[in-house]
């Protein structure tokens, strides 16, 4: 069965960083490309990026590029979403997601994450 | 950045009647479009994928299709757990976008 489990989120203040973390399990992790997307209280859904196989190319959307970086560790089987400069435009639920060539197919329950002071 | 125009935002259906949620792309996308379904406080889960491949263990009454650069996600006499909101989603290139989802009752 796959799963993916987000974990890392919290309360944070602003200005401050945060690193959250998807375990991978149920498939072959390094055979996937996985994805970020967020979802801010009561709205939609936002793409944050994506990484591939062995971390050579990864994809972000323009507005948080100098924000977030995104990394995996095959070895772990785990993905993770670093986020520097917290603003509370940043507040929402994270998740992971595992691409099966160009769609997610897989989504992780999600980690809520708060800027706030 | 590819826009996507998702409509209607919201609307109510019985279930003898077919549901159709449309979404259109600012350029063509090749059909690199995947639909999902969001329920209350759950994650999304795929329903269609390029456009109008059925994804695994989704009930057949989901279908979707194209013309021209709108794409159509289409409920055949829904049920009422069918109930949500539904998202397109473009990733014929990045940023890949998601349309603002349009929320369905069933009445």
């Known amino acids: 069965e796959v799963k993916l489990v987000e974990s890392g989120g919290g309360l944070v203040q602003p200005g401050r960083s945060l690193k959250l973390s998807c375990a991978a399990s149920?498939?072959?992790?390094?055979?996937?490309?996985m994805g970020w997307v967020r979802q801010a209280p009561g709205k939609g859904l936002e793409w944050i990026g994506e990484?591939?196989?062995?971390?050579?190319?990864?994809n972000y959307t323009p507005s948080l590029k100098d924000k977030f970086t995104i990394s995996r560790d095959n070895a772990q089987n785990t993905l993770y979403l670093q986020m520097s400069k917290l603003g509370s435009e940043d507040t929402a639920i994270y998740y992971c997601a595992r691409a099966q060539a160009v769609y997610f197919d897989y989504w992780g329950q999600g980690v809520m994450v708060t800027v706030s002071s | 950045d590819i826009q996507m125009t998702q409509s209607p935002a919201s609307l109510s259906a019985s279930l003898e009647e077919i549901v159709t949620i449309t979404c259109k792309a600012s350029?063509?996308?090749?059909?690199?479009l995947s639909w999902y379904q969001q329920k209350p406080g759950k994650s999304p889960q795929l329903l269609i994928y390029d456009a109008t491949s059925l994804a695994d263990g989704v009930p057949s009454r989901f279908s979707g299709s194209r013309s021209g650069t709108q794409y159509s996600l289409k409920i055949s006499r829904p049920q009422v757990d069918d109930s949500g909101i539904y998202y397109c989603l473009q990733s014929y290139s990045t940023p890949y976008t998601f349309g603002a989802g349009t929320k369905l009752e069933l009445k």
């Open positions: 350029q063509g996308i090749d059909d690199y």
């Open positions: 990484i591939n196989q062995d971390s050579s190319t990864i």
């Open positions: 149920g498939f072959s992790f390094n055979d996937y490309w």
